[in-house]
């Protein structure tokens, strides 16, 4: 079986498939994040190109499983495309009560018709009819969770059901209404793929709740009386902003991370130079770590990034640098857990002046970093030989 990781040239945003394949046939196919901010036709050519690797089931392509980082537009602005005729078993992305997915939609740029809607309710927006998706799993953080046992489901059950028993305060944060096919996790949270013996561990940071609360009590003077899901509406979107800038000085970044390992050894290659293996690594087991845009700066966010994913990092061969090269998002010296993978990938749009940063640049050209650059000038497929 061989299985390819194709980190498609989109420039500034993210979109990397994945399919699992025996005989040429694929048995198996996974999306981490669809999207692009990069003026040009890139993204479409991609997501035409991963789509037709996709497996056919009664003359409609499949994904197996979709992951959504998080709601920015640069993440998720093929995700309507990537689904257009496309049957999704299983979408998992992070859960957001609607304070905060109001502070999304309030920071950066006016937001699309679709934006806004999906950030409204997520849930609602991929229930439109507009999708076929089987399984819709959201994604909580728990804390602490870092002596809990983590749940593990199955992502081919047809029996998955929500691993709180109660979580209806949490739910009404969030404004959405449950259904047979919407399963509510907290982490710890992984998922095995039984067809092929993978794992995939999930992991995301918590808001902050002070500034959270900070944001809602301004929101409250300014709006009172006001079902805050009518906010969704760009009329309001400066002053949001202004309550959001004074809320987060230092904002957590919520992204839904996911690692993929297996319990076997494996060949890693690099498509680009068929069965060149990379010999050397052989304690570790062919695993990727994906970030998004996950913030590990502090010394408190690495270190819990660092306990939960403690016996993955040190089995992984490839880390994907998290958002794009950012300085504010990555400590950079040597002897941090998170520099010590034996490749690496960053993905951002070519000439961009602050993803990545010149420090980071700069850290990775003086430590001899072996890491993939992907713009949307090029890529970076990396294979396993199973």
């Known amino acids: ?10 420039g500034q945003g993210g979109f990397t498939s994945c399919i699992f394949q025996e005989n040429s046939d694929t048995i198996f196919s996974f999306v981490y994040d669809c999207g692009s901010i990069t003026s040009g036709n890139y993204l479409y050519q991609q997501i035409k190109s991963a789509k037709n690797e996709l497996k056919l089931s009664n003359s409609k392509r499949v994904i197996d499983l979709l992951v959504i980082s998080h709601f920015d537009e640069d993440h998720i602005n093929g995700i309507q495309e990537l689904l257009l005729d496309v049957r999704c078993k299983v979408l998992v992305i992070p859960f957001l009560t609607i304070a905060e997915r109001l502070t999304i939609f309030a920071r950066k740029s006016q937001k699309a018709d679709w934006h806004t809607k999906f950030l409204q309710n997520p849930k609602l927006f991929f229930r439109s009819g507009e999708y076929e998706i089987d399984k819709i799993i959201f994604v909580d953080t728990d804390d602490p969770f870092i002596e809990k046992e983590y749940s593990s489901i199955d992502i081919d059950s047809n029996n998955l059901i929500s691993n709180v028993d109660n979580i209806a305060p949490r739910i009404n944060k969030g404004g959405i209404q449950f259904d047979t096919r919407f399963i509510y996790m907290q982490i710890p949270f992984a998922m095995k793929a039984t067809s092929i013996d993978y794992e995939f561990k999930f992991y995301i940071q918590p808001f902050s709740d002070k500034a959270i609360k900070e944001f809602e009590d301004l929101i409250k003077l300014e709006f009172p009386n ?14 949001l902003k202004f309550f959001y800038k004074n809320a987060f000085k230092n904002i957590n970044k919520t992204s839904l991370c996911v690692s993929i390992n297996d319990k076997k050894n494996r060949l890693p290659y690099y498509y680009d130079e068929p069965k060149n293996l990379l010999f050397g690594y ?9 970030t998004g845009d996950a913030f590990l700066k502090s010394k408190n966010a690495r270190k819990d990034f660092c306990s939960y994913y403690k016996e993955e990092i040190s089995k992984t061969i490839l880390f994907q640098i998290p958002h794009h090269g950012s300085k504010a998002n990555s400590e950079l010296y040597n002897s941090n857990q998170l520099w010590e993978f034996p490749f690496y990938v960053v993905q951002y749009g070519n000439g961009r002046t602050k993803h990545p940063s010149q420090e980071t640049n700069n850290f990775i050209t003086k430590n001899n970093f072996k890491v993939e650059r992907v713009t949307e000038l090029s890529g970076c497929i990396f294979g396993y030989q199973i």
């Not at 079986?1 to 989109?10: A, G, L, R, S, T």
């Not at 052989?282 to 994906?290: D, P, Q």
């Open 1 to 10: 079986m061989d299985c390819k990781f194709n980190f498609q040239p989109v």
């Open 226 to 239: 006001t079902n805050i899901t009518l906010l969704f509406d760009n009329k309001h979107r400066s002053i």
């Open 282 to 290: 052989e304690s570790r087991k062919s695993g990727l770590i994906f």
